[in-house]
């Protein structure tokens, strides 16, 4: 079965490094979303991807975090600097169309801790 | 920006017992979705019930819904300790297309 795949796995950076996490999606899927989830939080939506296009990225902390989907296929997600709150889950996931009533499908996620 | 608030937050039982989880929302919703969560991976998306629906079968599993209380509930039958995983209800509707999960429930199923 189709997955979505993430790398890395786990991410150990300092304060103040640049990380990116990188996803790619499921083939033919021209949504791709990137969730953050805090440890004993559900997901929360930082960024919506329709092809190359940002659809949502409202919760996104544009002053560090940026993303791109250049080609409309994979997707790289970036903080810089990075600071110690940023500690959490990234899970990437797409849907074929991102219409109405879509289920989405997750990577295994990027574990991400900050010291 | 949390829609959806699951109850109890954690859940314990025996193995061969039903376990029973709730999501409330606030607001008018097109469809409630419900994922599975096993310790340190993604979520997996378990069955949709649409807003016109009000209760839904797949396997062991079955979902209500009750758009006039804005309440959704998940029931999983004769347990194993294979469904010990976070459970997360999610909503679209208050934000377009934007799927907002709740904060999960816990379970954990003892052999």
């Not at chain 1, 890395?8 to 899927?29: L, M, N």
């Not at chain 2, 709730?22 to 993604?42: A, D």
């Not at chain 2, 009750?66 to 959704?72: C, R």
Request: proline letters at 3%; a neutral charge.
């Amino acid at each position: 079965e189709a997955e979505v795949a993430q790398s890395p796995r786990y991410k150990i950076t300092e304060k103040s490094q640049a990380v990116a996490f990188w996803c790619d999606p499921i083939s033919g899927h021209a949504t791709l979303y990137w969730y953050r989830q805090i440890l004993g939080q559900g997901p929360e939506l930082l960024v919506q991807f329709q092809d190359e296009s940002v659809v949502d990225d409202s919760q996104l902390p544009k002053d560090r975090f940026s993303a791109e989907r250049l080609k409309g296929v994979d997707s790289t997600l970036k903080i810089q600097p990075a600071e110690l709150g940023d500690s959490a889950m990234y899970l990437c996931a797409s849907s074929l169309g991102g219409a109405k009533n879509e289920k989405l499908f997750f990577g295994s996620g990027t574990q991400l801790s900050v010291l | 920006s949390q829609q959806g608030e699951e109850d109890p937050q954690a859940l314990s039982i025996q193995e061969g017992e039903n376990a029973t989880m709730n999501c409330s929302y606030k607001t008018s919703i097109n469809n409630l979705q419900w994922y599975r969560q096993n310790s340190g991976r993604g979520l997996v998306h378990l069955i949709l019930i649409r807003s016109n629906e009000r209760e839904k079968h797949s396997g062991r599993l079955r979902v209500t819904l009750d758009t006039s209380k804005k309440s959704s509930s998940l029931l999983i039958t004769a347990s194993r300790a294979a469904d010990t995983a976070s459970y997360f209800c999610a909503t679209d509707g208050e934000y377009g297309n934007k799927l907002v999960f709740g904060a999960g429930t816990i379970l954990r199923v003892k052999s």
